[in-house]
């Protein structure tokens, strides 16, 4: 019971807090960010479409948002098929991140050794 009033009360006080502001400031830095991994000749190639692909899966969770409220009036964290499809986009971008970066390792080892 004390539970499901904490998490009413959670609710109440993150709905009250309009996000838009923080997501549209913190694009700027992630681009930046990207701008200065696509010159930077030490991240591979695979990891640097890993950052990227970072940016399809915001897209994507915005859309997936969208598109929860219209279906089902709630929030994305409710319709677990669509979070659930939303946050593969984050999985598929993180592996691209930990495997380019593992394949310069492997590399790396192979041509010190």
Not at 62 to 88: K, T, Y
Request: contains cysteine; positive net charge.
């Amino acid at each position: 019971m004390a539970s499901s009033t904490i998490r009413a009360e959670a609710r109440a006080m993150t709905t009250a807090i309009d996000p838009s502001p923080l997501f549209a400031l913190s694009l700027l830095p992630y681009l930046l960010f990207l701008r200065w991994v696509g010159r930077c000749q030490s991240v591979p190639p695979l990891a640097k479409w890993g950052f990227r692909l970072t940016l399809l899966f915001v897209i994507v969770t915005v859309a997936a948002a969208i598109l929860a409220m219209r279906l089902s009036g709630g929030e994305l964290v409710d319709v677990d098929w669509l979070h659930g499809g939303a946050e593969a986009f984050l999985t598929l971008s993180n592996a691209l991140v930990v495997l380019g970066f593992a394949q310069r390792i492997r590399a790396f080892k192979m041509n010190n050794s």
